[in-house]
């Protein structure tokens, strides 16, 4: 999204009060999150949001991916004890779902039947505030690090002109965002998934809006990543 993209203003409401996401949330929102290596040329973010046995889900920014080969993308998990050096590796994803529009994809990778992963819940539809400016929370991977929890101010729900004709729904975001976290997630006061971080215009982040992945989610057969009772499988 580049400074020339059309914006418009959604649902502007009374401001929000002020709350904080509880530790306990933030650290389990950094142990879902995975830096996201693209070829050995780049560094992203992404987020695991299911398991069916063997099979993870993961989201992350279309435009991270580097292209429809999702094969040589390596997703890098740190654990609780160890933010310096990855716990371990996976790789050869791919694509379950693609949208370059809304600018969000959907991976799916193999993983051990006994290797435990964190599993950040994507908040279900109706559910988003329509409070503004609301207090988030983006994790991502800034600079190629390992992932860091930052407090985000959201401004609002904004539909961008993509294109000549296409459009899709973003939260616009106070801050700017930091190279290396494309892809991460930002997080409701419930510690639940409601955007992707995608690109920066004038100033502000943008994050593709929870109702686009929810709308893709579900036609594709993917809704039970929200449903409460689609437990994960190991």
Same mark, same amino acid.
């Given at each position: 999204?580049?400074?020339?993209?059309?914006?418009?203003?959604?649902?502007? $409401?009374?401001?929000?009060?002020? +709350?904080?996401?509880?530790?306990?949330?933030?650290?389990?929102?950094?142990?879902?999150?995975?830096?996201?290596? %693209?070829?050995?040329?780049?560094? /992203?973010?992404?987020?695991?949001?299911?398991?069916? &046995?063997?099979? @993870?889900?993961?989201?992350?920014?279309?435009?991270?991916?580097? /292209?429809?080969? !999702? !094969?040589?993308?390596?997703?890098?998990?740190?654990?609780?004890?160890?933010?310096?050096?990855? $716990?371990?590796?996976?790789?050869?994803?791919? $694509? *379950?779902?693609?949208?370059?529009?809304?600018?969000?994809?959907?991976?799916?990778?193999?993983?051990?039947?006994?290797?435990?992963?964190?599993?950040?819940?994507?908040?279900?539809?109706?559910? *988003?505030?329509?409070? #503004?400016?609301?207090?988030?929370?983006?994790?991502?991977?800034? &600079?190629?690090?390992?992932?860091?929890?930052?407090?985000?101010?959201?401004?609002?729900?904004?539909?961008?002109?993509?294109?000549?004709?296409?459009?899709?729904?973003?939260?616009? *975001?106070?801050?700017?965002?930091?190279?290396?976290?494309?892809?991460?997630?930002?997080?409701?006061? *419930?510690?639940?998934?409601?955007?992707? +971080?995608?690109?920066?215009?004038?100033?502000?982040? #943008? #994050?593709?809006?929870?109702?686009? %992945?929810?709308?893709? @989610?579900?036609?594709?057969?993917?809704?039970?990543?929200?449903?409460?009772? +689609?437990?994960?499988?190991?």
């Amino acid at each position: 999204m580049n400074a020339s993209v059309l914006l418009m203003a959604f649902a502007f $409401a009374q401001a929000a009060p002020e +709350s904080t996401l509880a530790m306990e949330r933030q650290t389990h929102a950094l142990a879902a999150t995975v830096r996201m290596r %693209i070829a050995d040329r780049g560094v /992203g973010t992404a987020v695991v949001v299911g398991r069916k &046995d063997s099979a @993870l889900y993961l989201l992350t920014a279309d435009h991270a991916t580097d /292209g429809p080969d !999702t !094969t040589e993308l390596k997703f890098e998990f740190f654990s609780d004890g160890n933010r310096t050096k990855p $716990a371990f590796v996976l790789q050869k994803a791919k $694509a *379950a779902i693609r949208r370059p529009i809304a600018d969000f994809a959907l991976l799916e990778v193999s993983v051990d039947r006994d290797r435990t992963v964190s599993i950040l819940k994507l908040a279900p539809p109706g559910t *988003a505030s329509k409070k #503004y400016p609301f207090e988030g929370l983006s994790v991502g991977c800034s &600079d190629g690090s390992a992932p860091t929890c930052e407090k985000e101010s959201v401004l609002g729900k904004r539909l961008a002109l993509r294109g000549e004709s296409e459009m899709a729904f973003f939260w616009q *975001a106070e801050k700017s965002q930091v190279r290396g976290r494309s892809g991460g997630p930002l997080l409701d006061e *419930a510690g639940r998934l409601i955007g992707i +971080s995608a690109a920066t215009a004038l100033g502000k982040g #943008y #994050y593709v809006h929870s109702s686009e %992945i929810q709308a893709a @989610l579900k036609t594709e057969g993917y809704d039970w990543l929200w449903k409460p009772e +689609s437990k994960p499988q190991k």
